[in-house]
């Protein structure tokens, strides 16, 4: 969905970090062969940001989530044109998503690939400041980090 605010196009995303003993859980989408990205997808109309995560969530793995902290906000404007604005929360149930081969999401097959990459692992993850925080250890922080 995206929204007008005086005239300029926003859309609004929210994902989810599912962190476990080093791993982090991580999708591709078809059409991008280079990055990884973290579960979640876009705001509906009239939906709560925390319905929007839990619902992007079950769709893509059909596992409820429960919903921790908010750890990261991310502000970026694409090539389009459009300004995008990110929220990145903590699942806390992330025992539930360890065997990949259980998941059973309606939307799955939006997902060209679903893996759990480790700290040490090279991989492109955008925004850049997380795959860095994951690296170095400091994803679940108990600040919010602002990036863009």
Known sequence: MIYYIY???????????????????????PGDVENYALPGGKLEYGEKIL?????EILE????????GRLLY???????????????????????DFISIDSFNGIYKDELSE?????QKDE???LPEQIKIDFQNGKLLEQEVKFVS
């Open 7 to 29: 005239g300029k196009k926003i859309k609004i995303k929210c994902r989810g970090i599912i962190f476990y003993e080093g791993k982090l859980l991580l999708v591709k989408h």
């Open 51 to 55: 319905d929007t995560i839990k619902r």
């Open 60 to 67: 893509e793995f059909g596992i409820k989530s429960e919903i």
């Open 73 to 95: 906000v991310n502000n970026y404007i694409e090539k389009d044109g459009i300004n995008y604005i990110e929220f990145f929360f903590e699942i806390k149930n992330v025992k």
């Open 114 to 118: 679903i893996v759990w990459k480790d």
């Open 123 to 125: 991989i492109k993850i």
